[in-house]
């Protein structure tokens, strides 16, 4: 959190990425420090995936991730 907040206070657009199992610490965080950044959430858990599976949740991501880096 605290690099994509860093990220665009330099005025470098960005989104980051975590699993829906933290949407509600990431939305706590953002607010402590005063950001919204812009946000994809993913299938948890990503531990221990395959190679394999970790494609088709990055494939299932860039329309969202892309959505939000052009809004």
Same mark, same amino acid.
């Given at each position: 959190?605290?690099?994509?907040?860093?990220?665009?206070?330099?005025?470098?657009?960005? *989104?980051?990425?975590?699993?829906?199992?933290?949407?509600?610490?990431?939305?706590? /965080?953002?607010?402590?420090?005063?950001?919204?950044?812009?946000?994809?959430? *993913?299938?948890?858990?990503? /531990?221990?995936?395959?190679?394999?599976?970790?494609?088709?949740?990055?494939?299932?991501?860039?329309?969202?991730?892309?959505?939000?880096?052009?809004?």
């Amino acid at each position: 959190m605290h690099d994509i907040v860093d990220l665009e206070g330099r005025g470098v657009p960005g *989104v980051y990425v975590a699993t829906r199992e933290f949407v509600d610490g990431a939305e706590r /965080q953002a607010e402590a420090l005063g950001a919204d950044p812009a946000a994809v959430f *993913v299938e948890h858990p990503i /531990q221990d995936r395959t190679d394999d599976e970790m494609r088709a949740i990055a494939d299932a991501a860039v329309s969202a991730l892309i959505a939000a880096l052009t809004k």
